[in-house]
Each structure stands twice: as C-alpha cells, then as structure tokens.
C-alpha cells in the first residue's frame, strides 16, 4: 500500500472520535435547525444572485462552508499532537519522508471537508430543498470549493501548530483565529446588509469566498464575481499550502 | 560486512558540537551498547544513525547503505525506539499496535498474529483495551517498545528503552531482546544503567562530550581498566587515629567515612590489605566487617568519564 494512503489510514483513525463527530454534525445541526428557524422571523428573505432565499436555507448552505472550517482543524490537531506525543518522529524515522506526511495530512483534511460538507448538505437537505438548482456546473464548483477550501484552512492550522507548543497557546490562538472566521463572514448572515467597515472585513476573511462558492454552486447562482472569487481561494490556498509545507519540512527534532 | 559504519562523524549545532568526530563499526548479530553521561551526545548519535538529522561532518553506513544518500532505504530496514515517549492518545493498546503494523505495512493477517504475541510477551493483555493517554508511563513504555516489534527489521535503535520500567519488567524486556538477537537481530542500545549494559551487550562503546572514549566488550574493558579493587572495612567503633595509623601505606587511595568506615582503593588490593590488617592487629583494633568489591562497569564508566574530563 501506498506510504501517503497508509499515513491518511492513520489520520483518520485517530482523528474519529466521538467528540469529533458531535462537533461535526450535532453542532451545525443547532445552528441550522435551532437558529435558522428562530432567526428566520427576523431575516425573512435574503437576496442571492437572481434569488430569494429564506434566512434557514441561506444558513443551512452557509453551515457547509462552516463545517469545511472546522473539520480542517484536524489537521492542525494531528500535527501538534504528533510533535507533543513524540509521533512525528517516530513516523520521520521509519519508511516515510516528509513529503509522505505532508501529502497526507493534505489527503486527510480533503477527505474530511469532503465528508463534512456532503453530511451537512444531506441533512440541510430538507431545508434548502425548493431552492436548490445543481447541475454538471454547479456540482464540480461545490467539490472544488469543498478541497480548496480544505487545502486553505487545513494548510492554516497546520502553519499554527508548527509554531506553537504548548496546548494553551495552541487552543487560545486556533479559537480566535477560527472564531473570527466563523462570524466575520456571510455563513451567518448576508454580507450586503451590514455596515460598510464590516463589509470589507468580510472580504478580507477566506471563509466568505469560500462560503459565496459553496451557495453559488447549491442555488446556481455561477458569476463572474463567484469565479473571481474562486481565484482567490485559490491563489490564498496556494500560498497557505507553501508556507505551511515549507514549515513542516523545516521543523527539527 | 559491518551493520553500521561511521566515519569521523561529527555534529554541531551553532559552536556546539554535540558529535565530535567520532569513528564506530558495529558488527551484525550483536547488542552494542552505546554508554555516556546525559548530554554526552548518545541520542544525537542516534538521530544521525537513524537519519533524523543530517551530519555536520563525515559518513555513515547503515546496513551497507549511504544514510545520506538513501535515508529512506535505510529506514525501510530499521527499528527506532526513541527516548522520548511516542503515543497516539487516543488509541487504545491493541489498535496502536494494529495501526503501527499496518503503517509499516505488514499484512493484515500478520499483523493480528504479531499483536497477539506481543500483547503476550510485553504483559499487556489486560491493559490491551485501555487507551494510551490512561496508561502509566511504564506501561506506555512497554506498548513502544513492543509496537516496534510489529514490523520486520535487521537493526534495532532502542535510546534508553527501560526508563520508566519497573525491575522484572526491565529485565524481561532484557531476556526478550537477548533472544531476539539470537534471532539474527543487531541491536544499537544506548543507556546510563551501566547493570543493563553489562547484562545485555557484546560490545560497549563509552562516548562523553561527543566524543568516543573507548569502545570494546565488557569483559575486555574490565581487564583493561578494572585492575583496581575496592575493599571496604568496618571499625566496631570510631577510632580518632585512624587517618594517622594508615597515612603510610604506599599504592592506594584511602577515604575514611565516619570514622568507622574505611574505603580503599588500589591496583595492589592484596598487599594493601595486608599491610592495613598489619596496622589494625598491632593497635587492636577490631573490625565488624570486611568486604572486597570486585570491579563493574559503572566504575570503570565512571574512571573513564573523569579522566576524559581531566584531559579536556
């Protein structure tokens, strides 16, 4: 068997727990079925390319984006629990190289966001089931969406977990981090109704873009503003991916 | 055809060298051990052998082959146990050593076999359930070393592999790796328990500051270095002109504890105690015992250490 599929094996047993797992779906469920109904009287329709959606469907596909997120700590969680519990070692000194672990780690957190998003899409379901509109386009865009993204936050938490050690630094820094993502962005609420300075922070947070992709490619709403901004997934991804494996393969022992 | 062949291998780290042009051949089939103060450059040496890090300086062969040009060829044909603990914590006992066989890629059915076996060997049947992060650090020592035995090899590196381990289970893990060597393995084992090593290895190499001070079996290291004797005596009561009776006696080194005890040590133990006795019998002094302590290797690590340091 392949070192890199071997290494993911690996990745993902240790990863799955129950935690993870109420983490990964109960939560966006809440969010989804508990606040996306509740707010829904005070949001009644939000605009989206030629659509109106009602506030539980806008969130409902907002929550995959979300979810893509945060399954992507994964990977920083494993990197730093390898360099804390002596397993990234242990793993440099039998028949794998670096590249093996980054490439996995890659593979891990593709495989996750993928897998999030698809559980999450299944149970919004219900609730952004009138207004979907997928076609050959619109569904290579939301696994694009689903692997870039991955790539991108996967590749951040791996950069954060490189430089720090200890478990309190690491929490308190990946929560904020994650934590301003998260709000900071449309996946809760339409970007074009808050106020301008907040606006324009939205637009400097990945999650937004990576949010308008996934809605773009469920609704069918494909614009030139929607590719421009699959561009810069793209291109932060990309540096985030070259930073975070350049890390890696400099960390010492 | 030496298992592992260093040559002038060095390492530094800004101006420090941890490794300091050091020259070793280790034959296969045997248990070399690897002995040396802490920070002496034992796990340094060990990352270089098993290609961790790279050498400042030199060259080294392992199993016949470049480490520095084919790392991973050689690490596809060893066995690390290192000093720092290595767990996954959320795996229990029996799935971290699944997992580890099946990363090396040992055939499933293999690897079902080869744990059942080593849950047997290492004692962890009954904690087979319980997850790494819930076990003691003696019992989590053992299920790393067991794991590395998941997979095949032809060179072992075990840095310290029985701190944490209580005595019957150090010395099970001892007898285990002995007859594993009569198996065809070569075993790379650092420590700083001089008993392990005397127990354990053929072939000892002592390194302090970096560098290799001496290298050969334990019993060659005893006649070379071992001619001296230790004989304790004890007083049945304090005598004040002890120091004064025995500060004549020529070819020894005398330290007087408590006024009882009497250590002495020489080359000429013989003549020595003669001589002591002599002086005891003409004053009437009794003694309450007396023993003569054969040399070990700890004193003779010890010797070699202080006089590595005396020469720096």
Same mark, same amino acid.
Request: negative net charge; aromatic residues 8%.
């Given at each position: 068997m392949n070192p890199i599929i071997r290494l993911v094996n690996r990745n993902i047993t240790i990863s799955l727990n129950p935690g993870f797992l109420i983490w990964q779906v109960i939560f966006p469920l809440i969010y989804i079925f508990v606040a996306g109904f509740a707010y829904a009287p005070l949001i009644q329709n939000v605009p989206f390319g030629t659509k109106d959606l009602d506030y539980p469907a806008f969130l409902a596909s907002g929550m995959i984006g979300f979810n893509i997120m945060n399954s992507t700590l994964v990977s920083g969680i494993i990197i730093w629990n390898d360099r804390r519990h002596g397993m990234f070692e242990q793993i440099m000194s039998g028949p794998f190289t670096r590249s093996h672990y980054i490439l996995s780690n890659i593979c891990t957190i593709g495989i996750i966001g993928l897998v999030s998003a698809s559980l999450i899409a299944l149970v919004g379901y219900p609730v952004f089931f009138e207004s979907i509109e997928f076609s050959l386009i619109t569904i290579p865009v939301i696994v694009f969406g689903a692997i870039t993204g991955s790539v991108l936050f996967g590749s951040l938490a791996s950069i954060i977990s490189t430089r720090l050690r200890s478990s309190e630094g690491f929490n308190v820094i990946i929560n904020t981090v994650f934590l301003f993502f998260a709000f900071v962005?449309?996946?809760?609420?339409?970007?074009?109704?808050?106020p301008e300075p907040l606006r324009t922070a939205f637009y400097l947070n990945p999650l937004t873009y990576l949010v308008d992709v996934i809605r773009a490619g469920i609704f069918g709403n494909i614009t030139e503003f929607i590719i421009l901004e699959m561009l810069v997934l793209v291109g932060i991804a990309s540096t985030l991916f070259i930073v975070a494996s350049k890390l890696l393969t400099k960390l010492d022992f | 055809m030496s298992c592992i062949d260093v040559n002038h291998l060095s390492k530094s780290y800004g101006s420090i060298?941890?490794? #300091?042009d050091i020259v070793l051949s280790v034959k296969p089939g045997i248990v070399f051990g690897f002995l040396g103060p802490n920070g002496a450059g034992k796990s340094t040496t060990i990352k270089l052998l098993t290609t961790l890090i790279s050498p400042s300086k030199g060259s080294l062969k392992i199993l016949g082959i470049d480490a520095i040009e084919n790392p991973l060829e050689i690490r596809h044909k060893i066995g690390v146990v290192l000093q720092q603990p290595s767990y996954e914590? @959320? *795996?229990?006992v029996e799935k971290a050593l699944e997992k580890y066989g099946m990363m090396w890629d040992v055939p499933k059915t293999q690897r079902k076999q080869r744990m059942e076996q080593l849950l047997k060997d290492f004692d962890l049947l009954e904690i087979r359930k319980k997850r790494n992060e819930d076990l003691s650090i003696g019992q989590r020592r053992r299920v790393q070393v067991a794991r590395e035995f998941m997979h095949d090899m032809d060179l072992l590196f075990l840095d310290e592999? @029985?701190? &944490? *381990? #209580?005595p019957s289970a150090r010395r099970k893990l001892l007898d285990y790796l002995k007859n594993k060597v009569k198996t065809g393995l070569t075993i790379f084992y650092t420590t700083h328990i001089l008993t392990e090593a005397e127990y354990l290895c053929d072939e000892i190499a002592i390194i302090d500051k970096g560098k290799i001070v001496t290298v050969d079996s334990p019993e060659a290291l005893k006649s070379k270095f071992g001619k001296e004797k230790t004989i304790k005596i004890h007083l049945l009561e304090k005598i004040s002109k002890i120091c004064s009776l025995l500060? &004549?006696?020529?070819d020894c080194k005398i330290n007087f504890e408590s006024g009882t005890n009497i250590v002495i040590h020489s080359e000429q133990s013989e003549l020595v105690l003669l001589k002591v006795l002599k002086i005891l019998n003409d004053n009437e002094i009794e003694i309450e015992d007396l023993s003569a302590v054969p040399t070990n290797l700890e004193e003779i690590f010890l010797k070699m250490v202080r006089e590595n340091e005396s020469n720096n």
């Open positions: 962005s449309s996946a809760f609420y339409p970007a074009d109704n808050v | 060298k941890a490794v #300091d914590p @959320t *795996l229990s592999p @029985t701190v &944490g *381990l #209580d500060e &004549g006696i020529s």
